[in-house]
């Protein structure tokens, strides 16, 4: 069996090493004679599987006790209504910072519940930047201020916690994971899986325990943050299965270092292939240099007519799932976690032969 290289931005790669176990435990979970998603949640051997996965992705990211972790469903995009309806007072100000279409769709949906101020957009310069700190329209009295650090579409990532008057919400759905990071500079981190952390039907929800309770009345039990927390994310059934496999992903990013060993893998994929890509005349990456992202690398070819062959030959050569996305077009390579660098280095030749041949 082989398998191929897979730059997908989501549902994305899993390591190797995580399906090959999960492949032998499937009919039968450490001898209880079933596999681990017949089994019931309230099931010790389930518990214990979802308060492993807490323990190691607190460990991970030195989680402190005055946050709660929250497994949830309904993936990033049900948290752009639930960050206002945790936060916000109805119609109350939230602000957000506009750096790309999943800041944009969590505006969208921020609006329906608050009123909602941008603080700062790089939309009329189609998103190649982060809008300089200075420039940003902060309201004092503002629930939260929401960021997307990692925009998986355009490829802009900015590390460093902005200082704001309000708690910051922060969208690391394709990012969370891929290097250290401070959660105390945060009040509530959420991610939807299926980019770093696991498969699609998880989400992820890290929130400071003091800001929790203040929901308004209307917020749906589901999305409500203070009700799962005092459930041990227990309210529904969870997604069992995907929270299994995201605990075997946790205990490989262990293994392997954890983040900081992580942070060193990912800078070089992504010194390996924007360097490659800058020395290309014939390939460009359109985002400014110091905002580029090292979890989504979008690139375009001198000539877009070359694009349909260039994907053919690509996967051709099982290197899959280099098509930008439909809104902006070109390619686009995402090199998470569970991309190695060899998958980087055959790109990169694959990209080279490309240009050679075509360019
Ligand atoms: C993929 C993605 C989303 C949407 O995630 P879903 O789980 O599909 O709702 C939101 N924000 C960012 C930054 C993403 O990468």
């Known amino acids: ?15 190797e090493a995580v ?9 039968d979970w450490h001898g209880r004679g079933l596999s681990f998603m017949e089994m019931s949640h309230r ?43 945790n936060l916000a007072a109805p119609g109350g100000p939230a602000d957000y910072l506009d750096t790309g279409q999943w800041s944009k769709k969590a505006i969208a949906e921020g ?12 939309a009329a310069g189609n998103y190649r930047t982060v809008p300089p700190r200075d420039s940003w329209q902060l309201r004092e009295d503002a629930a939260y201020l929401h960021l997307t650090p990692n925009e998986t579409i355009g490829g802009v990532e900015f590390t460093e916690a902005p200082v704001a008057p309000a708690p910051l919400v922060a969208d690391l759905s394709s990012t969370l994971l891929s290097r250290p990071l401070d959660v105390s500079h945060y009040g509530v981190i959420y991610a939807g899986a299926q980019k770093n952390i696991g498969p699609a039907g998880l989400t992820l929800v890290i929130v400071r ?3 929790l309770g203040r929901a308004r009345p209307e917020c749906p039990a589901m999305l409500n943050w203070e009700t799962a927390a005092a459930a041990d994310s227990m309210y529904n059934t969870p997604p069992t299965f995907a929270l299994y496999l995201a605990a075997l992903v946790f205990e490989w990013l262990e293994g392997l270092g954890g983040l900081p060993a992580m942070a060193e893998r990912n800078r070089r994929k992504a010194e390996t292939l924007y360097g490659f890509i800058d020395n290309s005349a014939f390939y460009a990456n359109p ?37 930008g996305h439909r809104s902006v077009g070109g390619m686009r390579a995402s090199l998470y976690n569970a991309v190695p660098q060899a998958a980087v280095d055959d790109l990169v030749v694959f990209m080279a032969d490309f240009e050679r041949r075509c360019g």
């Open 1 to 15: 069996m082989a398998r191929a290289w897979n730059f997908c931005a989501g549902p994305a790669a899993l390591p």
């Open 19 to 27: 399906l090959t176990r999960a492949a032998e435990e499937m009919l």
């Open 43 to 85: 099931s010790p051997e389930v518990v214990g599987v979802v308060e492993e996965a807490e323990a190691c992705l607190r460990r991970l990211l030195a989680i402190g006790d005055d946050y709660a972790v929250l497994f949830l469903q309904g993936g990033a995009s049900t948290q752009f209504a639930a960050v206002p309806l």
């Open 111 to 122: 609006r329906r519940y608050a009123d909602v101020g941008v603080v700062a957009s790089d």
């Open 209 to 211: 325990r003091d800001l």
């Open 287 to 323: 985002v400014d240099p110091p905002w580029r992202s090292w979890m989504n690398v979008p690139f375009v070819l001198a000539d877009d007519g070359l694009d349909k062959r260039f994907l053919e030959e690509a996967e051709a050569a099982g290197l899959l799932n280099l098509k």
